[in-house]
């Protein structure tokens, strides 16, 4: 299953161990080792709590989107949707300018 999967290749690009993890989400070590196996399933609780320590989406974790993303960028986000519309319509505006300048350079270089 795809959860396991993710999971061990996640931690590992993070170089977060087995028991670093376990520890951070409040479960025993070889507990992570069966969830990475996929021999048994974590409670939606606890795959959240791995997500977040792993900086990902429980989306990515569980395969409903193949794109990992950066917490960084998730938390630029989710501050600009508490703006007003204004301020988002600027800062949407300019992003979007960046991302079409970036592109086109992409594209020639």
Do not use: C, W
């Amino acid at each position: 299953m795809l959860f396991g999967t993710r999971l061990l290749s996640t931690r590992k690009k993070k170089k977060i161990s087995q028991d670093e993890l376990a520890k951070t989400i409040g479960v025993h070590a070889p507990v992570i080792g069966r969830y990475e196996r996929d021999e048994v399933k974590p409670s939606i609780e606890t795959a959240t709590k791995i997500a977040e320590a792993l900086e990902v989406s429980l989306d990515y974790l569980t395969g409903l989107s193949d794109l990992e993303l950066d917490k960084t960028i998730v938390d630029t986000i989710m501050d600009i949707q508490q703006l007003d519309s204004k301020d988002k319509t600027h800062i949407m505006t300019t992003i979007s300018a960046l991302i079409r300048d970036a592109k086109a350079r992409n594209t020639y270089a």
